[in-house]
């Protein structure tokens, strides 16, 4: 449906235009995405807060989907008095009685179950199990954002489900439970990147949305940063309480923020509910007075975007050739991030470094990143960027992997440069593909590519216990793989400075207006 009309043509309908009857004579004909521009176009305070609000979901996301690196690590042992044991045994060819745990036996899941000697499938289901629940949660609310619940229901709902499911987990009796209760944690974690991003883009102008969306990965990095700090602090004490630790303060979060968010206003209009879409941007706008008056008052009933089947949506977003191409070039393009992100993280572990090291400097790393991502994405073309970055990390990750032992101070600087990119290249991604699509299909299309990254980490705990004999399998398949995989976005167009769409129809003809 056609989107423009024509200001000074509006009936006296309004009480604005009733008080103020010359207010719309100046104004320009404006489609209704070049009316939310003017208004959300600035950067006030009320943006701002509205950013921080949304953006600390990130923090809890970072801590729930790395947790398992310190619940699930095979605790330090040392040999008792009296025995034939020795450091360089195998732990499973020995007695009981010729060895101890160094710390408590409830410090992981390991030492609690007894899972010293299990095969690297048992140990690494919990982590595996999280992955195959972001994959099935993200194909089964994909739609839910777009067209039922929206923006904001569906955020908060897929936290509150991710951080329920790690509070029970402290409950688990063994290691099926807790692979199952990780897997519904998962399944209620896979929207709320996508979620996030998509409601901090559409709630502010072009000029600023690539820097508040980097709002969402400055909040990630320091959730993970702060994971090793308090896994650190709980290490004389039990797995099961850095889960009650991690998810009882995300619960309270999320309860309490949920009534001070806004929706998105650019979703409200596309299901035509235009008053509150309207009440919405006058809380958020960025400018006052008779301006922003006589933009809301161009905005009349039925300028709002027909609803349409969701199905029939997701349907057109495979059915047209141009959306098609985008969407499988993404996927591609995101199997590949995917892999590298989280393989480096859950793979520093075999570079012999003290676990809790590892992770602070891998995350630390972020933080460069993001405000790399902040200060810069206005400048950064995104194709060139992210070809670029993907092959450093690349190149990087395979020179990590082919390294021979006794030169942990290279391995480890080669490991954080590819991460560094890797890092910066997903920031860069996600922004893209919001960037990508119109509102009608951009949370399902956004969550398609963000279920592409959660498949490629799915292959990570395989390929990091393959690396404990050969490192050039986990990290040189990281990079040949980031390497290969950033060649695909050859094909994609350029989106920087460009209007974010309503409709598939809209995106066409702004696509063959530009060509």
């Not at 289901?125 to 994959?135: D, R």
């Not at 099935?136 to 329920?164: E, N, P």
């Not at 009440?279 to 609803?307: F, M, P, T, V, W």
């Not at 799915?458 to 040189?476: C, E, H």
Request: charged residues 15%.
């Amino acid at each position: 449906m056609e989107i423009s009309t024509a200001a000074h043509n509006l009936t006296g309908t309004n009480s604005a235009d009733q008080e103020n009857p010359g207010l719309n004579q100046d104004l320009p004909s404006l489609s209704l995405e070049e009316t939310i521009e003017k208004i959300l176009g600035g950067f006030g305070w009320s943006q701002f807060i509205q950013a921080i609000l949304v953006a600390i979901l990130g923090f809890f996301d970072a801590q729930q989907t790395f947790i398992n690196i310190f619940a699930d690590a095979d605790p330090k042992w040392h040999c008792n008095f009296n025995t034939t044991c020795n450091p360089s045994s195998n732990i499973c060819q020995l007695p009981k009685g010729a060895w101890s745990w160094d710390e408590s036996s409830h410090k992981t899941i390991i030492s609690e179950w007894g899972l010293e000697c299990a095969s690297s499938f048992i140990t690494g289901l919990p982590a595996s199990s999280f992955f195959v629940g972001n994959l099935i949660g993200g194909f089964s609310l994909a739609t839910l954002g777009d067209f039922y619940f929206g923006r904001k229901i569906l955020l908060f709902l897929s936290c509150l489900i991710m951080c329920f499911g790690s509070l029970i987990t402290a409950f688990s009796m063994n290691i099926w439970m807790y692979s199952s209760l990780r897997l519904l944690s998962g399944f209620g974690r896979a929207s709320i990147t996508t979620c996030t991003l998509i409601l901090l883009s559409e709630r502010v102008g072009k000029k600023w949305r690539g820097q508040i969306g980097t709002m969402t990965f400055i909040m990630f990095s320091l959730g993970l940063l702060c994971l090793p700090a308090v896994a650190y602090l709980n290490k004389g004490s039990s797995w099961k309480f850095l889960y009650l630790w991690t998810s009882i303060p995300a619960i309270l979060y999320c309860i309490i923020a949920y009534f001070f968010v806004y929706e998105s206003p650019r979703w409200l209009f596309t299901e035509g509910r235009d008053i509150e879409a309207k009440a919405i941007l006058r809380k958020l706008a960025s400018i006052e007075g008779n301006s922003l008056d006589s933009y809301l008052s161009s905005i009349h009933l039925g300028q709002e975007i027909s609803k349409l089947n969701p199905y029939k949506l997701m349907k057109d977003l495979f059915k047209r050739r141009w959306a098609l191409q985008r969407i499988l070039a993404t996927m591609v393009f995101g199997f590949g991030i995917g892999l590298v992100y989280f393989g480096l993280l859950f793979g520093v572990r075999n570079l012999g470094f003290n676990i809790y090291l590892g992770v602070i400097l891998n995350a630390s790393m972020l933080i460069p990143t993001n405000l790399v991502t902040l200060f810069f994405i206005a400048r950064w073309k995104r194709k060139g960027s992210l070809f670029a970055l993907c092959i450093i990390s690349g190149i990087c990750s395979i020179i990590c992997g082919v390294v021979g032992s006794g030169t942990e101070g290279i391995q480890i600087g080669f490991e954080l440069a590819s991460f560094f990119c890797a890092a910066l290249a997903y920031n860069v991604m996600m922004i893209f593909v919001v960037e990508l699509f119109p509102t009608s299909v951009r949370n399902s299309a956004t969550t398609l590519v963000r279920q592409a990254v959660v498949f490629g980490s799915v292959f990570d705990p395989i390929l990091t216990s393959a690396g404990t004999r050969n490192k050039f399998l986990s990290f040189g398949t990281f990079g040949l793989t980031i390497f290969l995989c950033s060649f695909i976005v050859i094909i994609l167009p350029e989106t920087r400075g460009k209007n974010l769409c309503n409709t598939m129809d809209e995106q066409e003809r702004m696509d063959h207006k530009i060509v």
